[in-house]
């Protein structure tokens, strides 16, 4: 497709599940980001992956949470044993290069929006 | 600490108004980027600009202008003659050159300002 494409569009699960979020970059874009947007809030970074380089998870709220990407496409986020309080938008997003190379636009999914009841 | 401020949380104009969005920043990095995004009621953000530190030429863009002013760490954003389409949340971001722990992936939003445009 021509954009970033994230799936399921909608996920509502139950505390103490694990769920998987999905997304599809643009063809060629080495790095791939994940936010999170929780009601009424800004974007809270989570995790970057940049072409081979080792991922930055420096926005991980927990180890319940991890990502994983194969080369420079497909990436999957992952919460584990989840909590009502990850209820949120989740957002991937992907640019041609970094955020200081090019334009530094990411083109951002329209999200996965989470409902942990 | 980086953080990026926007101390308006909701304005509302009528059409053909000029608005202003206020941005303020902070970080230790001489090397950094300012961003702004859009996110209509669809929710899919929307690239508008991003500017240097090393810049502060103001930037116009049809309706659109930046005042990117390093002395006062602000990075504010002006609709001219608003439209109804304009109505959005806005976003002011800031990614650093990392060179003081901070991550060249990460993009530090504000909480975004939301933009009322009535016809």
């Known amino acids: 497709g021509a954009g970033v494409s994230q799936s399921p569009s909608n996920k509502v699960t139950e505390k103490g599940k694990d769920v998987e979020l999905r997304c599809d970059p643009i063809s060629g874009h080495t790095a791939l980001y994940w936010y999170r947007q929780r009601l009424g809030q800004g974007l809270e970074f989570l995790i970057y992956f940049q072409g081979n380089s080792a991922p930055d998870k420096s926005g991980l709220p927990s180890d319940r949470f991890s990502a994983e990407r194969t080369g420079e496409s497909v990436s999957t986020l992952t919460i584990q044993r989840t909590q009502q309080e990850d209820s949120a938008v989740y957002l991937c997003a992907s640019s041609l290069v970094g955020l200081a190379g090019g334009t530094g636009e990411l083109f951002f999914g329209e999200g996965s929006r989470l409902t942990v009841l | 600490a980086q953080k990026v401020t926007q101390a308006q949380t909701e304005i509302s104009v009528v059409e053909k108004e000029d608005v202003t969005l206020d941005c303020v920043y902070e970080?230790?990095?001489?090397?950094?980027?300012l961003f702004w995004y859009k996110q209509p009621p669809s929710g899919e953000l929307v690239f508008l600009i991003r500017?240097?530190?090393?810049?502060?030429q103001n930037e116009i863009s049809g309706r659109y202008s930046w005042n990117f002013q390093k002395s006062t760490s602000s990075f504010n954003f002006t609709i001219t003659a608003s439209q109804v389409v304009d109505s959005a949340v806005y976003f002011c971001a800031l990614s650093e050159a990392g060179n003081y722990g901070g991550s060249q992936g990460n993009l530090i939003f504000g909480k975004g300002t939301k933009l009322s445009v009535k016809p």
């Open positions: 970080t230790r990095d001489t090397t950094y980027y």
């Open positions: 500017r240097n530190s090393f810049d502060e």
